[in-house]
């Protein structure tokens, strides 16, 4: 069965810096899209960035702050978090899409990670 592995999270001070990585435990066909989400507690999970292809799209929260890529050969995503602000903490959670065709008809599936834990504090 397929599971996101995460890694990269934990204490920072505000106006560091933190890279993310993402990666399907066994190896995915077909990937589409790669994202990441974070939750903070008591709120509602949020877009932080998402890239297909080449082409990644930012939350206007971190828009300009953070980055996402990705490594094709190894099907990794990665989230370069920089100038970290305490609203910045939450978990943060990996998404993976992937096309798939079963039965003769083009599906789509969603696979996440369990979130790593970020927090910006002095």
């Known amino acids: 069965q397929v599971q996101l592995v995460e890694s990269g999270g934990g204490l920072v001070q505000p106006g560091g810096s933190l890279r993310l990585s993402c990666a399907p435990s066994?190896?995915?066909?077909?990937?589409?899209?790669m994202a990441w989400y974070r939750q903070a507690s008591g709120n509602e999970r949020e877009l932080v960035a998402a890239?297909?292809?080449?082409?990644?799209r930012y939350g206007d929260s971190v828009e300009g702050r953070f980055t996402i890529s990705r490594d094709s050969a190894k099907n990794t995503v990665y989230l370069q978090m920089n100038s970290l602000k305490p609203e910045d903490t939450a978990v943060y959670y990996c998404?993976?899409?992937?096309?798939?065709?079963?039965?003769?008809?083009?599906?789509?599936?969603?696979?996440w990670g369990q979130g790593t834990q970020v927090t910006v504090s002095s």
């Open positions: 066994i190896s995915v066909p077909n990937i589409s899209t």
């Open positions: 998404k993976v899409v992937a096309l798939r065709f079963t039965f003769g008809r083009l599906d789509r599936r969603e696979y």
């Open positions: 890239i297909t292809g080449t082409a990644g």
